[in-house]
């Protein structure tokens, strides 16, 4: 159930909630559907964000057993005050 979740979320219109469904693929490894990585192509090449871009990116390559540089753009640290909620 949790993985529907997380597939949902890739298509979250926040990019912050792409991001994190993005990096939480990378962590669950082989559990990922292939049928997710032309989602995740897609979105390392034509994100709105370049953070997601970078994200999908680096999980491509984690999933593809490959070791990824480490990120260059900083983390997105947003707390609810920040963002006006």
Not at 10 to 21: E, F, G, H, P, W
Not at 32 to 57: F, K, N
Request: one cysteine or more.
């Amino acid at each position: 159930m949790l993985g529907f979740i997380v597939i949902a979320a890739l298509t979250d219109s926040v990019s912050y909630v792409r991001c994190a469904a993005v990096e939480t693929l990378g962590l669950m490894g082989e559990r990922v559907p292939s049928s997710i990585y032309p989602t995740l192509r897609e979105m390392s090449g034509s994100d709105d964000s370049a953070h997601v871009r970078q994200r999908a990116t680096r999980t491509l390559l984690l999933l593809h057993g490959l070791t990824p540089a480490p990120l260059t753009l900083t983390i997105i640290d947003s707390t609810l005050e920040d963002l006006g909620e």
